[in-house]
Every structure is written in structure tokens, then in C-alpha cells.
């Protein structure tokens, strides 16, 4: 796993500028920390960081093929490259590596853009195809890995992240308000949109070629829920094949290949699978929180002393949120509405300092196989609406959100808030009570931003933007599209996944995202993934064979960490009030200052307990820090020299010195 930046430029200029390349790739070091390299062409340049897995010795990039004229910077993992090089190498292409980079350039030798149809794996990269001048860029098909882009002046640039295309100096960071009205709607700006304006992501699933000034873009990978009538006889021998391999090709790697461990069905099932299979005794991680309402300690232990794995936990405690969230932020890059990035920040360092740099963990679970309460919460209300007036109905309501029905409001504010959020005619009908719950940020911009704004509707446009297969499906895989395409890839594989676990170069890889495991499991009837209330139902039934009963039969519990609270103690860190006081908030201009001030009064008494205010506080709070980080202030690091680069390459694929 790496860290990728570069830029094309229509014409040429001379050759890329070394000096350039290097802020680009010091920007996003913390991503590659084993070796770095660049590629200096007339009009496209390449830099790399590197964090090595497979082909330690070897697999220095940027990379090139024979004759230098397909060239390659990459950050990622293709599981099958010994199938795919078996079958190249059939073709007559000779192998100088034994990395899965080669495999990539050889694949698109023999096979262009079609290549990606054949990929298994975790991936953005660019190729260089300097036979007919053009970049070629793609993205995984479930966006583990991060692409953004931006076109100014007749140029290309990308990066793994945002930083390494402001670094470059000719980028300038601005607000996209369109982007940001995103962020307080869907907790994440939804791909290609980002909070920057004229930086965009590419979307998961997608590929582009840069030719000539102009970048054409197309999707390979299509999501689909071609939901069958019936269970197969043999669902949990087909289901058992697919994550044995899944899982068996994830530990593919010259390192040792750890776990994250939550305490939960699906990190359990991956720790077990990976214990069994590694030829390394298993190291997982987790972790622990002193505030027993969001601690799991216990089932991790448990599961640990089952798999016989050696445990290690970090604790997060009272100062750990507030102490370290600039932090996270400047990795995010982007407002956060929830706090659960920062533990997730702290488990990565953990790792890494334990000598790990690669982690299975259980993302995609809960959106293959319906884990989530909001599958739950959909069947309710669809069950209430079909009785309006029902009590009892209303009452499993309850049930499943037992902290909200106690608050101050109580149940029936909270019942009537579900029930009333839209119409089951709504496309958007699963994910309206998130969604609306999220936009009560709204309620504290200031009035100038709001305007600004003008008639922007981000829930109408994602409607719009829905597939026309969308409008056949159930009520529930409608519900789980929505959750892959909008919380999945641009939060938590972004924000609490790829972003934090990068940050310390830890590598995460993610079993149940194999894309044939997806395509299974989106194709079994509903009944199977939710029954009743009861969640994951066919994934408990497999998992009987290998996890202890306790922990298979246990009910989800969310991941949260302490939000609100965590801020306004008697040690809270003085950069927290500079940045929500008055003149603070006034200059940045996107909250009404004297709002703000009513929150942050209610925060210092102890009197913000509920949902709205807390992702409010949290809301406001990172959009200050963000725009602190990116938009007050310029991305100035010292550029990795060239004298200590692994690869350094020009047109004529010489060693620059």
C-alpha cells in the first residue's frame, strides 16, 4: 500500500519539475514511509511513496515495462497477480519482479482497459501510456483506495489525497459549498463532489483517460441486486468457499498480516478465518474505552483467547478525543459529523508500533448482509405505515433504539419523528431519517452561506442520480445500494478507514469486499441477510462452524466514541475555544457566530445530550479545524529529494542524478 500523485499537462514545458513532485510526495509520506521514487517526463510526472508488502526487495516505483513506454505509479493490493502473471506470462510477458505492479503493467500491455474487469484487489493507480500520450486512471470497485483529481489551466493533477494536490503550489484550495451541504447531509461528500472546490474524487468503480486537455470518464464496475426467489440449496457451501478464499487471499503478503478485532460477528469471523490460515501466529488489535457505554472488551478478549491470537488494546480515555482530533482532521480532510474516526486513528498507531503494517478488518459486512439497524428500521416503518395509528406497531420502534426513546423528549417524539420523515414512494425513503437528522446542522449557518448556497438540494440530486434498476428493486436493497454509495466508500473506507489507517502506514484489507462475495450475497433473497429483526442471518448460520456461541448469536452493537462531551471538560485543550469563538466563526463564514455561541454555552453546562446537538457540535467544530488546515493557511512542507528517492526516472528511462 502506497501513496500516488502526479501531473499531465497538454503541453509540454519542459521536464516536470523534480522539486514539484517532491512537496507532492512529502505531503502524503506518512502513507509510503519505506522509499519513495519519481518519474520526470516532458509532460507527465509521477511520484510514489511506498509502503512495502509484496516484493520487498523489488517493487520500487515508479515502475515501467520493457521499453519504458507504459509507465506506472500505484498504491494498493491485486490479490490474484499469481493467477493473473501465470496467465500473461503464458502469453509470452517476462517478469523482472515477482510484484503485483508489474502485473498491472503487463495486464494493461496485453489487455488495455479491460484489465480492470480482471482485477481482484484493492486499488487506484495511473499509467502513462507514452505511445499514444495519454493517463489512464482507476479506482477499486468498492473505492477502498482514494483517487482526487483537478483540471486547471490545461492540467491534470491526482493524489491519494487531497494535500498532495495543494502541495504541488498550483492548486489553490477554495470552499465548494455544494460539497460542504453535502457533508452536513450524508456525512461524507459523495464522489466525484468533495468539500474542495474544482478537486474531485473518482468514483469507486470507475476509470478515466486524460488526452489532449481533456479527461473521459466511464464506470466498469456496476452495483446490482438481482435479488433470487428462493435461498440455494447450498448457500452455506457456497458461502464458506467464498470467504475462505476471500480471506486466504488476503493474506498474501512478504509481512505478517494482522487483525482488527471490535469484539463483533464480522471482525470475529475474519480473525478466526486468519488465525487458521496464516502461517504466523495471529496479532489483533483493539480497542477499549473507559466509558463503559461504548466498551466491547470483554468479547474481544474472548475472541482473541479462541483464536489464539496475541492481544493487544489501546485505550481511549477522557483526553484521547479532544487531544488528538487536529490530527485527524488534517488526515480526513474533510468536516467530520461523528468522533469515531479518532479511535480508529489511535488502534493504526497501536499497530504499527506493535511492527504490523498490514490488518484484516470487517468493513462491508453489515451493507452485504444487512447488519446495520437501519435495514431493521426500514422494515418497522414500512410495518407501522401499513397500520398508521398502531401503538404496538410503533412500539418496535423502541426496540431498536432504545437510548433515543429515553432522552428527555421521549419515545413518542422520537416514534413520530421516524414515522413522519417521508413517504414509502421516496426513493430516499430507507435513509430519510439519517439524512434529515444529519441536515439539523443547517439550522446554525449563517445567513450569508445559506445564500450562497441559493436553491442547491443534495437530496433531490441524489435521487436523480439513482440508476434506473434502482426503481425494481426491494425496499431493502434499495436501502443497502444507498448505504454502499453514500456512507461506504466516502466515510467509513475513507474517514475512519483508509484515511486513519494510512496515516501511520498501516495497510487495511477487507474480506468481505471481494467483489465475488458481494455479487453472492446481493443476489440471495432478503429474508436470508435480515429475518425479523434478527441481522446477518445467513452469515450467523455459517458462521456456527468456526466462532464461539456467544459471540455468533451476539446483537450488533454499533461502533460509536464519546462525542460532544469530549470537548468541554475541565482539560479541554485551548485551541478548541479559539476556534468556535465569535470572531472565529465569523471568519470563516459558514455558521451564524451567535448560534454558535448558544451551543458551545450549552456544551460548557453539561446540558448537550441529544443526537442533533452533538453531531452539531462535532460538525462545526471540524469545519473550523479543516478550514484552518487547508483553506487559511497553505500546504508548505519540504520537497523529498531526488538524492534519496529509490527510482528517479526520465524519458529516456535513465537514472536522473
Given at each position: 500500500m502506497c501513496g500516488i500523485a502526479g501531473i499531465a499537462r497538454r503541453h509540454s514545458t519542459g521536464p516536470s519539475s523534480v522539486e514539484t513532485l517532491g512537496r507532492m510526495a512529502a505531503a502524503i509520506r506518512h502513507r509510503g514511509p519505506?522509499?519513495?521514487?519519481?518519474?520526470?517526463?516532458?509532460?507527465?510526472?509521477?511520484?510514489?511513496?511506498?509502503?512495502?508488502?509484496?516484493?520487498?526487495?523489488?517493487?520500487?516505483?515508479?515502475m515501467t515495462n520493457e521499453d519504458g513506454?507504459?509507465?506506472?505509479?500505484?498504491?494498493?493490493?491485486?490479490?490474484?497477480?499469481?493467477?493473473?502473471?501465470?496467465?500473461?506470462?503464458?502469453l509470452g510477458h517476462v517478469f523482472r519482479t515477482r510484484c503485483d505492479t508489474e502485473v498491472l503493467v503487463h495486464g494493461y500491455e496485453q489487455w488495455g482497459v479491460n484489465l480492470l474487469q480482471r482485477l481482484n484487489g484493492q486499488f487506484a493507480f495511473a499509467i502513462y501510456d507514452r505511445n499514444n500520450e495519454t493517463v489512464f486512471i482507476a479506482r477499486d470497485r468498492f473505492g477502498v483506495r482514494p483517487l482526487f483529481y483537478a483540471q486547471p489551466r490545461d492540467a491534470f493533477y491526482f493524489g491519494s489525497e487531497i494535500k498532495a494536490i495543494l502541495a504541488s503550489g498550483e492548486v489553490d484550495a477554495g470552499i465548494d459549498p455544494r460539497g460542504m451541504d453535502e457533508v452536513f447531509t450524508f456525512w461524507a461528500?459523495?464522489?466525484?463532489?468533495?468539500?474542495?472546490?474544482?478537486?474531485?474524487?473518482?468514483?469507486?468503480?470507475?476509470?478515466g483517460i486524460w488526452k489532449d486537455g481533456a479527461l473521459w470518464l466511464r464506470r466498469y464496475y456496476e452495483l446490482d441486486y438481482p435479488e433470487a426467489n428462493a435461498e440455494p440449496d447450498d448457500?452455506?457451501?457456497?458461502?464458506?468457499?467464498?470467504?475462505?478464499?476471500?480471506?486466504?487471499?488476503?493474506?498474501?503478503?512478504?509481512?505478517?498480516?494482522?487483525?482488527?478485532?471490535?469484539?463483533?460477528l464480522d471482525s470475529s469471523i475474519t480473525a478466526s478465518l486468519a488465525a487458521s490460515a496464516s502461517p504466523h501466529t495471529l496479532r489483533s488489535f483493539s480497542i477499549t474505552f473507559d466509558d463503559p457505554r461504548f466498551d466491547e472488551s470483554d468479547f474481544q478478549r474472548e475472541v482473541a483467547s479462541d483464536v489464539g491470537s496475541i492481544h493487544a488494546i489501546t485505550a481511549i480515555g477522557p483526553n484521547s478525543i479532544a487531544d488528538s482530533f487536529p490530527d485527524v482532521l488534517w488526515h480526513t480532510e474533510t468536516p467530520l459529523l461523528r468522533t469515531a474516526a479518532v479511535p480508529m486513528y489511535h488502534l493504526a498507531k497501536l499497530t504499527r508500533d506493535s511492527g504490523i503494517k498490514v490488518v484484516l478488518t470487517g468493513e462491508g459486512a453489515d451493507e452485504l448482509f444487512l447488519g446495520y439497524d437501519l435495514?431493521?428500521?426500514?422494515?418497522?416503518?414500512?410495518?407501522?405505515?401499513?397500520?398508521?395509528g398502531s401503538a404496538w406497531r410503533e412500539r418496535l420502534l423502541d426496540r431498536l433504539y432504545p437510548d433515543l426513546m429515553t432522552q428527555s423528549r421521549g419515545g413518542e417524539f422520537w416514534r413520530r419523528f421516524f414515522l413522519d420523515a417521508g413517504p414509502q414512494r421516496d426513493p430516499l425513503?430507507?435513509?430519510?431519517?439519517?439524512?434529515?437528522?444529519?441536515?439539523?446542522?443547517?439550522?446554525?449557518?449563517?445567513?450569508?452561506?445559506?445564500?450562497?448556497?441559493?436553491?442547491?438540494?443534495?437530496?433531490?440530486?441524489?435521487?436523480?442520480?439513482?440508476?434506473?434498476?434502482f426503481f425494481g428493486w426491494s425496499s431493502l436493497n434499495k436501502a443497502a445500494y444507498l448505504e454502499m454509495t453514500t456512507l461506504l466508500a466516502s466515510y467509513l473506507l475513507s474517514s475512519q478507514g483508509d484515511r486513519m489507517s494510512m496515516a501511520h502506514g498501516i495497510e487495511g484489507r477487507f474480506p468481505f469486499l471481494d467483489h465475488r462475495l458481494y455479487e453472492f450475497a446481493s443476489s440471495l433473497p432478503t429474508g436470508s441477510k435480515l429475518r425479523g429483526l434478527k441481522e446477518k442471518e445467513v452469515l450467523r448460520r455459517w458462521a456456527a462452524r468456526i466462532l464461539p456461541a456467544r459471540i455468533k448469536?451476539?446483537?450488533?452493537?454499533?461502533?460509536?466514541?464519546?462525542?460532544?462531551?469530549?470537548?468541554?471538560?475541565?482539560?479541554?485543550?485551548?485551541?478548541?475555544?479559539?476556534?468556535?469563538?465569535?470572531?472565529?466563526?465569523?471568519?470563516?463564514?459558514?455558521?451564524?457566530?451567535?448560534?454558535?455561541?448558544?451551543l458551545v454555552r450549552?456544551?460548557?453546562?453539561?446540558?448537550?445530550?441529544?443526537?442533533?446537538?452533538?453531531?452539531?457540535?462535532?460538525?462545526?467544530?471540524?469545519?473550523?479545524?479543516?478550514?484552518?488546515?487547508?483553506?487559511?493557511?497553505?500546504?508548505?512542507?519540504?520537497?523529498?529529494?531526488?538524492?534519496?528517492?529509490?527510482?528517479?526516472?526520465?524519458?529516456?528511462?535513465?537514472?536522473?542524478?
Open positions: 519505506d522509499g519513495y521514487g519519481f518519474y520526470v517526463g516532458q509532460r507527465v510526472g509521477f511520484a510514489h511513496v511506498r509502503l512495502s508488502i509484496v516484493d520487498i526487495a523489488a517493487g520500487s516505483q515508479p513506454q507504459i509507465v506506472i505509479t500505484y498504491n494498493g493490493e491485486i490479490y490474484n497477480h499469481p493467477e493473473l502473471r501465470h496467465e500473461l506470462e503464458a461528500a459523495r464522489a466525484p463532489r468533495t468539500p474542495f472546490a474544482g478537486i474531485a474524487s473518482l468514483e469507486p468503480g470507475t476509470y448457500v452455506i457451501e457456497r458461502l464458506d468457499e467464498l470467504m475462505l478464499r476471500s480471506v486466504g487471499m488476503r493474506l498474501r503478503a512478504d509481512v505478517p498480516v494482522g487483525a482488527y478485532l471490535s469484539g463483533g435495514f431493521k428500521e426500514v422494515q418497522v416503518r414500512e410495518f407501522c405505515l401499513r397500520r398508521p425513503f430507507s435513509h430519510l431519517p439519517r439524512f434529515l437528522l444529519g441536515a439539523r446542522i443547517k439550522d446554525f449557518y449563517a445567513p450569508e452561506f445559506r445564500a450562497g448556497i441559493g436553491g442547491i438540494n443534495v437530496m433531490a440530486e441524489l435521487r436523480a442520480s439513482l440508476p434506473a434498476r448469536a451476539r446483537t450488533k452493537q454499533p461502533y460509536r466514541a464519546p462525542d460532544a462531551p469530549s470537548f468541554f471538560g475541565p482539560a479541554s485543550p485551548k485551541w478548541i475555544g479559539d476556534h468556535l469563538s465569535g470572531d472565529a466563526i465569523r471568519r470563516v463564514g459558514i455558521f451564524s457566530a451567535s448560534a454558535v455561541e448558544g450549552r456544551c460548557q453546562a453539561g446540558r448537550v445530550t441529544g443526537y442533533r446537538e452533538n453531531q452539531a457540535v462535532i460538525g462545526i467544530l471540524s469545519t473550523q479545524l479543516w478550514h484552518h488546515h487547508f483553506i487559511e493557511k497553505a500546504i508548505n512542507v519540504a520537497p523529498l529529494p531526488p538524492q534519496g528517492a529509490s527510482v528517479v526516472l526520465d524519458d529516456s528511462m535513465s537514472v536522473l542524478t
